[in-house]
C-alpha cells in the first residue's frame, strides 16, 4: 500500500530537540489528518486540513506544529517535546465533499515516536 | 456528542473458530461505519464499510451489517486464520455542518494461535 506514506518510520529524539515528521498522499484527496496512538488508548485526532486549511485542532500542546504546504504534503513539527509524547504518529487522508460528507480514510504506515 | 463502543481486548481464539467483535455507536444523525485493522507495525487499513441501515459490508471473508435498531455494527468472521491476529477499530463518520469527523473505538486486539 503506497498510497499514503510517512517518514521517517522510526524516530528518536530528546527534549530539547527539533524533528518533522513528513506526510505524502498519492491519492488526490482534499484532506489529511494527524493522529497520535499511544498504548493502550483510543486514537487521539490532533489536526485536521481540508484544501490546504487548518479546520480542526483538538487542543493539541503548541510544541506540535502541523504545516500543509499543498493538498498532497502534511508535515508535523516537533520541539522540545516530553516523553509523554512518545506514541505513534499516523497521518491519513480522504476526499472529503463540500456539503460536509466524510468519505473513507486512509492511512499511512505511522511514525514511530520515541522521546527521551 | 459521537461515540463508539467496542469490546475490549484480548479476544484469543484458535484457527477455524468463529470471531464476533461487538460495536456499538451513538450518534445525532446518520452515520457511515467502518471497520479498520491494524497489523503489528503498521498503519490502520480499511477492512470493510456501510454507509445506511440494512447495508452489509464484507471483505476477506470479514462481515459486518448496519443496524440502526440495536445501533450496532458487529464484525464476524466464521472461521480465522493466524494471519487475522491484528487490532479492530470500529469507527463512525457523520457529516456536520463544516466537515465530516470520524470516531474511532479503542480497538480490540485478537489473537489467533494455531
Known amino acids: 500500500e503506497t498510497g499514503v506514506t510517512q517518514t521517517p518510520r522510526h524516530l528518536v529524539m530528546g527534549m530539547t530537540n527539533k524533528k518533522s515528521l513528513k506526510c505524502e498522499q498519492h491519492?488526490?484527496?482534499?484532506?489529511m489528518y494527524w493522529y497520535k496512538q499511544s498504548a493502550k488508548k483510543p486514537l487521539e485526532l490532533m489536526f485536521v486540513?481540508?484544501?490546504?486549511?487548518?479546520?480542526e485542532n483538538n487542543s493539541v500542546p503548541s510544541r506540535f506544529s502541523p504545516e500543509c504546504p499543498n493538498s498532497s504534503h502534511l508535515f508535523l513539527h516537533l520541539h522540545t517535546l516530553q516523553p509523554e509524547d512518545s506514541a505513534l504518529y499516523l497521518c491519513a487522508s480522504s476526499q472529503d465533499g463540500y456539503s460536509g460528507s466524510s468519505e473513507t480514510q486512509y492511512f499511512g504506515p505511522g511514525t514511530r515516536l520515541l522521546v527521551l | 456528542g459521537n461515540s463508539v463502543t467496542q469490546m475490549e481486548g484480548p479476544v484469543t481464539l484458535s484457527e477455524e473458530a468463529f470471531l464476533t467483535i461487538n460495536c456499538t455507536y451513538t450518534a445525532t444523525g446518520y452515520p457511515s461505519l467502518f471497520w479498520y485493522v491494524q497489523y503489528p507495525g503498521e498503519g490502520l487499513q480499511l477492512l470493510l464499510k456501510a454507509t445506511k441501515a440494512d447495508d452489509k459490508g464484507s471483505n476477506k471473508g470479514f462481515e459486518a451489517t448496519y443496524r440502526k435498531e440495536t445501533t450496532s455494527f458487529h464484525l464476524e468472521k466464521g472461521s480465522v486464520q493466524v494471519s487475522d491476529s491484528a487490532v479492530y477499530f470500529c469507527?463512525?463518520?457523520?457529516?456536520?455542518?463544516?466537515?465530516?469527523?470520524?470516531?474511532f473505538g479503542a480497538g480490540t486486539q485478537v489473537v489467533v494461535t494455531p
Open positions: 491519492l488526490g484527496h482534499n484532506a
Open positions: 486540513y481540508n484544501f490546504k486549511e487548518q479546520t
Open positions: 469507527a463512525l463518520s457523520e457529516a456536520t455542518d463544516s466537515w465530516g469527523k470520524f470516531q
